[in-house]
């Protein structure tokens, strides 16, 4: 079941005008978030990004946060499965066919269900593949926007090539991956590249820099060159529905020993403690929005 403009229906009944600005324009934002044991994964931190979306594209939320958790509990109930992943897709609405902003317009408001399938063990054991590529996109990545075709067109390449992700470069430094946030572990240091206007604030990201700091990991936040991302000991991907995956061939050479490394091992553990103590905190009800 999804919901849709205030009705729950299934999905293949749900239709949305011709005239919709997502259709029209690609106006509008969306937000991804992972479900666990039937809860919500850093539910305050979505949306807060979900909020620096709408900011940023000039759109009111058409909800407040504690009407965001109602409503996407009922959506997780009406869903199978205790690990979901829920997507959000607002929009500007509909409206005759204009560039300019159309007054006392609703927004249209979606949202979806998918079972959320942890990553494929073997990558977990054997690492992944990436390529490298020009981030060609426009400059408010940090904008969750739905008009993705740049990020589509990068992902593309990687999957012609059979690897799982296109890793960004901008002037000569990293700044994510197609669909992901990027690490690099050099001399035993985790390195993460500083939140800007040109990527993405990943929920995923933060909670791997909280879990360096906890754990006393030396981990710095700073720019990293093209030539530190091709002499790393460790490439890490992180995502909301991919956690922490270890890259180990770039551009069809290896990254360090061409396995996962220690880096990863640690804070895919880490990680995963640290899923089990937030859903156990969610079902007590000690988290609050």
Not at 27 to 32: A, K, N, Q, R, T
Not at 86 to 110: C, E, M, Q, S, W
Request: charged letters at 20%; aromatic letters at 8%; hydrophobic letters at 40%.
């Amino acid at each position: 079941m999804i919901y849709l403009n205030g009705k729950f229906m299934p999905i293949e009944e749900a239709c949305v005008p011709v005239l919709d600005r997502g259709f029209i324009f690609g106006d509008g934002i969306y937000e991804v978030i992972p479900v666990y044991s039937r809860n919500p994964f850093r539910l305050a931190e979505h949306l807060n990004r979900l909020q620096h979306s709408l900011d940023g594209i000039r759109l009111k939320n058409p909800f407040s946060d504690t009407d965001w958790k109602n409503l996407l509990e009922q959506v997780i109930a009406k869903n199978e499965g205790e690990d979901q992943y829920l997507y959000l897709h607002i929009t500007r609405g509909v409206a005759k066919r204009d560039h300019a902003f159309p007054a006392n317009v609703p927004p249209t408001v979606f949202i979806m269900s998918n079972p959320l399938l942890p990553p494929p063990a073997e990558l977990l054991v054997s690492g992944a593949s990436a390529i490298t590529a020009t981030d060609n996109r426009w400059i408010r990545c940090d904008v969750k926007a739905i008009s993705l075709l740049p990020n589509v067109l990068l992902r593309q390449l990687a999957v012609d090539v059979h690897a799982i992700e296109t890793i960004l470069i901008r002037d000569g430094f990293l700044t994510e991956g197609a669909a992901s946030n990027i690490f690099v572990v050099k001399d035993k240091m985790l390195l993460a590249p500083p939140k800007s206007h040109l990527m993405l604030p990943g929920i995923t990201y933060d909670v791997v820099l909280e879990l360096a700091a906890t754990n006393r990991i030396a981990h710095e936040v700073r720019e990293i060159s093209e030539t530190e991302i091709r002499t790393a000991d460790e490439i890490l991907l992180t995502s909301s529905t991919k956690e922490i995956m270890p890259i180990t061939f770039l551009d069809n050479n290896s990254v360090g020993s061409g396995k996962p490394g220690a880096m990863f091992t640690q804070l895919h553990t880490l990680y995963q403690q640290y899923k089990a103590t937030h859903m156990r905190g969610n079902i007590s009800g000690t988290e609050v929005l």
